[in-house]
Each structure stands twice: as structure tokens, then as C-alpha cells.
């Protein structure tokens, strides 16, 4: 890994990136050989702006070795339920995914070894705590860290002081947004230090995470802002329930109705945060993940699969940008 602060990490969310391209460019871009490209070529485009605009001297392209880890399932069996198209008893479920999108994700992968960016994935996780890991590394070595994703989750893991940031790519690649601490602030009412209780409140349920019946975005963020964590919610809510306990100012700002809702859903809270939380400690072993000059050998390559898989300007322009950064950063 890169050292120092001159130097800048940036790591993707892979397949948050590549669905976004499958679904923003159209499926008749497709290779010679009728083969859809559309996911492929998009995501080339994504990196090369990204690379370009942002200017990191290192890259990871982080991997859903497990979309629905079963350690996490067995917590809350609806957590991305409704995304499951076949389960694997013992293994990792199918998720839902377009046809052709899953005929692209071996060229995908091709194409990532091709261009030499460090594919990281873990076995029984997800790339968010591929994520969660690299940040805290790259925190304690006082690396700068871009996370490049669509996904909210991963506000948890923004950190002004240490300089991580997300680079949200929700509105598209058009609208990019930098999420810092204010911003984070701003939309939720909450740090990033507390994003994950106030998920876990809220819910979500792209993810199949039910929350807290009755708490939406505004009554979570005051129970976080008034009480704390999780735990310092649920004992607010259930010492002493007649409000006995109740009697100092903070604990009084907490109603009886929203004290019998935290109540009922007391089981959902002993588990849903370490759920929503982001692993941070997985061991990834030495990850390459510098920019470098391409050799010939991976030019010839690249030139081959793009010409393979009809890949035009995509290719050539991540191509362009990468080595601009490499030669910038010697």
C-alpha cells in the first residue's frame, strides 16, 4: 500500500459500479460477437473519470466475494431477502442479477487484470468490508482515501480528521457528490460516527432491513442526537418503564410511544447493528495497489480485449488516465 500523505487511495465498489453502468448504458452496445459490453465499457468510462478527476496514486477495485454473507442473514433473515433468485444450502446464495450483466463479470474481472488494478475480496464478506478495512488501514497510516459507491451504508466510514471521503455516485456519474462529515450531517442530522445507529433505527429496505416500526429518518436522528447508540436508546426506552427513570431532562425528551416502539423491536436491535456495521479488521493480506506504468505486455493485452469485445474509446481512455497518474506520481 502507498505511504505517506503525498499519496491518495481510492477504492471502488465494484458492483455498485458495474450496475449502474449496466443500467446507464444501453444494452445494444455489445462486442462483435453480439455479446452485451454495455456493463464492461461503462465501467472503463467510470474509472477513467474517476482516476482522472480525483487523481489517486492508488486503486482497488474491491469484490462481493458474499452479496449476503450467511453469519449476516442468520441475524436478520430478511437482510437482502428479496434479492435472492436461487439459495445455496451452505454456500453463498445466487443474487438476482440481469443476464447479461452476469455474462459480463468474467470480462469484467479480465479487464481489471488487464489494467492492473488489484481485484480484493473476502471470503464470507462483502466488498463494503473489504472497504471498512482499507480505510482503517490507510487511516492509521495517514493515507487519504477515496470510497467511490452508490450506497449509503458506507457514510459510516467517512472521516474528515482522517481524511476518507465517499464519492457518491447515486445521481450519476454526471452529478457525482462529495459526502464529508457536514454533508453527512446536513442530510441525516447525524455524524458518520453514529450513521450506523441511525440506519438501524430508520432501516432500509433496499437492504431488507425492517428499522424500527413507527421511526423514520427525523425521530431516529433525535433518538440518536438526545441518547446516543443503540444500546443507549433501548435503555432509555426500557429502565424503568413506568418513567420513573424518566425524570432527568434528556431521558423526558423520549415519548411513551416511541418508548413502546424501541421496546417491541428490542430483539431486532441486539443484532441489527453489527449487521449494518462495516467489518474493519478482515485480514487482506499485502494488497498492490499503486498506480504503475503499464508494460507492454498488458498494452498488448489491452489492446486484444478491446479489440475482442469491441470495448472503442473505453478502453483507451481508462488507459490514458491511469498513465497519466502513474507518470504523475514519479
Not at 111 to 118: H, S, Y
Amino acid at each position: 500500500m502507498i505511504g505517506g500523505m503525498t499519496g491518495r487511495l481510492m477504492v471502488l465498489d465494484t458492483a455498485s459500479l458495474y450496475f449502474r453502468a449496466f443500467y446507464g448504458v444501453p444494452d445494444t452496445v455489445k462486442a462483435p460477437n453480439g455479446t452485451p459490453v454495455n456493463a464492461a465499457r461503462g465501467l472503463l468510462d467510470m474509472i477513467a473519470r474517476l482516476v482522472a478527476e480525483f487523481e489517486p496514486t492508488a486503486l482497488v477495485a474491491c469484490w462481493d466475494d458474499a452479496w449476503r454473507p450467511m453469519w449476516r442473514a442468520a441475524l436478520i433473515p430478511s437482510y437482502k431477502a428479496h434479492r435472492v433468485a436461487e439459495e445455496v444450502p451452505g454456500g453463498v446464495d445466487i443474487e438476482e442479477t440481469p443476464p447479461g450483466l452476469v455474462q459480463q463479470l468474467p470480462l469484467i474481472r479480465e479487464l481489471l487484470g488487464a489494467f492492473d488494478i488489484a481485484i480484493v475480496g473476502a471470503p464470507d464478506h462483502e466488498a463494503d468490508d473489504v472497504i471498512g478495512t482499507l480505510v482503517t488501514r490507510a487511516g492509521a497510516a495517514s493515507i487519504p482515501v477515496d470510497i467511490v459507491t452508490g450506497d449509503r451504508d458506507l457514510f459510516q466510514l467517512v472521516n474528515d480528521a482522517a481524511s476518507a471521503r465517499v464519492i457518491y455516485t447515486a445521481r450519476g456519474m454526471s452529478k457525482l457528490e462529495l459526502v464529508t462529515d457536514d454533508v453527512v450531517r446536513a442530510k441525516y442530522g447525524v455524524g458518520p460516527d453514529r450513521y450506523v445507529d441511525f440506519a438501524v433505527l430508520r432501516g432500509d429496505t433496499s437492504d431488507g432491513l425492517p428499522g424500527v416500526a413507527g421511526v423514520g429518518d427525523k425521530t431516529a436522528a433525535t433518538l440518536v442526537r438526545d441518547f446516543g447508540g443503540i444500546d443507549d436508546i433501548v435503555a432509555a426506552a426500557t429502565d424503568d418503564a413506568d418513567g420513573g427513570a424518566q425524570a432527568d431532562a434528556t431521558a423526558a425528551t423520549m415519548s411513551a410511544s416511541v418508548r413502546t416502539k424501541i421496546s417491541a423491536a428490542v430483539d431486532y436491535l441486539a443484532v441489527a447493528p453489527k449487521v449494518v456495521e462495516v467489518v474493519r479488521d478482515l485480514d487482506l493480506g499485502e494488497v498492490a495497489d499503486t498506480i504503475e506504468p503499464l508494460t507492454p505486455k498488458q498494452l498488448d493485452r489491452i489492446t486484444e480485449l478491446a479489440a475482442e469485445w469491441g470495448l472503442g474509446g473505453s478502453a483507451d481512455r481508462a488507459r490514458t488516465a491511469l498513465d497519466a497518474r502513474a507518470a504523475a506520481a514519479r
